[in-house]
């Protein structure tokens, strides 16, 4: 029998063990993003917090059986996929279009929030892990922040719960401000140019950035979304910097005695893929494709990260919590309105 004919049994046999170790609980995660989905779709409800809320009432999937093991690798390996493959969306154009004053200003909005937020935990009397994942979620990109920020982090003992809690929350603060800062844009009569870039700068999550913007007109809506965007391209520098300041933590902050990579794998996918794309690269047909599959994949992330939660460790993180998350999402709000009357 010669080599090939021996590795080619080796190799089905170690597909055919992933799939019957994987299979069930990635099944019922696809399952919930679809019906979240489908929600999302037919009656305008977000499709993240439909994932999380279905997830959640599913809990007792992600507590024993063939489940778990599936779920676990939705909850980690797939959600880190979707992140990478954000990349795709951004490009060097981009910043281009915007212009620096812009671009400085969401900078400084975005740097300033989660300095806020490490003052205003300590404050309330909640932990720095805590502080980082909300204020970058509503820093940067809401639930796909959150998720890249929550991979880096040292583990402590609410880590998933702190999780949960983040993407709830920040999905409906981007439904609230989807509804209720169109309205005060037209209150504090901003133009087209200052209502996008106050809407694109301040909502965490970008299909409520498109929802918000385009109620209001067509440019207000392109220019949000190219703002968000810019937000978004903005995660992989700050995720790396986390990355880079847990690893020279060492010690205990560390799992099995081992410091993390320098640059995780997904960062360092984020970054190729955004860097082909600015370069013209990616065909338009791979991007859209790409767009699409990193959606999804973070949606069944987000089904299994519901799916591995109660809804009782939610109720335990306290009300400062909740506090401290709305207040960094007024503070954001704040500071991009102050920048926005000088650049006027």
Not at 78 to 91: E, F, H, K, M, P
Not at 257 to 266: A, N, Q, S, T, Y
Request: net charge positive.
């Amino acid at each position: 029998m010669s080599v090939d004919q021996d590795i080619q049994p080796a190799r089905s046999w170690r597909i055919a063990d992933w799939a019957a170790r994987y299979f069930p609980g990635l099944l019922v995660c696809a399952t919930v993003a679809v019906a979240a989905q489908f929600l999302s779709d037919h009656h305008g409800a977000p499709a993240m917090l439909m994932a999380l809320l279905l997830g959640i009432a599913l809990q007792f999937l992600g507590e024993q059986g063939k489940c778990v093991a599936g779920i676990d690798y939705a909850a980690k390996k797939v959600l880190r996929l979707g992140v990478a493959l954000l990349g795709v969306r951004i490009s060097v154009d981009l910043l281009v279009g915007l212009g620096p004053r812009v671009i400085a200003l969401l900078v400084l909005a975005m740097a300033g929030t989660m300095l806020f937020g490490l003052v205003a935990a300590r404050l309330l009397g909640r932990g720095w892990r805590l502080a980082i994942l909300t204020g970058g979620s509503v820093a940067i990109c809401g639930a796909s922040a959150a998720i890249a920020i929550a991979a880096v982090l040292p583990k402590g003992p609410h880590s998933e719960r702190n999780l949960l809690f983040t993407v709830l929350a920040v999905t409906v603060l981007s439904t609230i401000a989807m509804i209720a800062y169109p309205v005060a844009v037209q209150i504090l009569a901003l133009d087209d140019r200052a209502a996008g870039i106050f809407l694109g700068g301040t909502i965490h999550d970008v299909a409520q950035v498109v929802g918000a913007g385009f109620s209001v007109s067509d440019r207000v809506g392109e220019t949000a979304t190219l703002v968000k965007l810019i937000r978004v391209a903005m995660l992989a520098p700050i995720v790396l910097v986390l990355s880079l300041a847990v690893s020279r933590m060492g010690g205990d902050e560390t799992q099995a005695g081992r410091r993390p990579p320098l640059i995780p794998g997904f960062v360092l996918g984020f970054l190729v893929l955004a860097a082909l794309n600015s370069f013209g690269l990616v065909p338009k047909p791979v991007a859209t494709a790409a767009a699409d599959a990193s959606r999804w994949a973070l949606l069944l992330g987000i089904a299994a990260v519901g799916l591995k939660s109660a809804l009782k460790s939610i109720l335990e993180v306290g009300r400062q919590a909740v506090i401290l998350i709305v207040a960094e999402t007024l503070f954001l709000a704040a500071v991009i309105l102050i920048g926005l009357h000088v650049l006027a």
